[in-house]
């Protein structure tokens, strides 16, 4: 279900079946793309395998027709204070005291930033920049490895794909440093997990990496 964030952010929100107070909340970062159905239907999913409140909010508000060459362009305008508060409304939205944060690619980074924000439980990042791109650098927007050093940071997990670039691996070593968990796939490239049309999708490591994530995130 769509719903509307304190904020003005559109977010997609699914409840399982039984909501008490044990019950526990997750907000789920998409890649550059954005809210779109297969962010929607794995909400949905997970919500139903693991009992969660899933709240996935839209990262460029506003400006959903760009293109992924024009959302790879606007990142250096990308404002760290908005999505701060973003995070935040998409924590509440779900109703839960104790809530966890994922996201994948660029959503990923958003969850290691999240990471440091006092709200999250744990957080895990599928092949999120620990480090930003040379083109998305900017005022506004702050190194993520500054959020995996902060001591305010919740448990984080990266999964990475070692033949990724957007990860190498002088990236990942430092936040292994920091006591960030790393999860290394030999030869995987980046978006190898959340998307089955992609063709760097790998079936068995995807399943491997959903299934240490959802362990992490429950401890």
């Known amino acids: 279900m769509r ?7 559109p ?9 008490d107070e044990s019950t526990r909340g997750l907000v789920l970062f998409p890649d550059i793309m954005g809210l779109r159905p297969l962010f929607d239907d794995m909400c949905r999913q997970l919500a139903t395998d693991h009992g969660w409140v899933v709240c996935a909010p839209e990262p460029f508000p506003g400006q959903e027709e760009l293109t992924v060459d024009e959302r790879l362009a606007a990142m250096a305008t990308f404002s760290d204070e908005k999505f701060h508060a973003d995070a935040i409304a998409a924590a509440e939205a779900t109703g839960c ?31 999120g920049m620990i480090r930003l791109p040379e083109a998305w650098r900017g005022v506004s927007l702050a190194e993520p490895i500054e959020a ?17 670039h957007f ?5 990942v070593l430092e936040a292994e440093a920091l006591g960030v968990e790393i999860v290394r796939y030999e030869g995987a490239e980046h978006g190898f997990v959340h998307d089955a049309s992609r063709p760097a999708h790998r079936v068995d490591d995807a399943a491997d990496a959903w299934q240490r994530v959802v362990s992490f995130l429950n401890a």
């Open 11 to 19: 977010a997609e929100i699914v409840q399982p079946e039984i909501v």
């Open 97 to 127: 005291r104790e809530v966890s944060a994922i996201g994948f690619c660029m959503g990923g980074m958003l969850a290691f930033k999240a990471s440091a924000s006092g709200r999250f439980h744990r957080a895990a990042g599928f092949y």
């Open 167 to 171: 990860t190498p691996a002088a990236d």
């Open 3 to 9: 719903i509307m964030l304190s904020t003005g952010t």
């Open 148 to 164: 995996l050093a902060s001591p305010d940071r919740c448990p984080t997990m990266a999964i990475i794909g070692t033949a990724d």
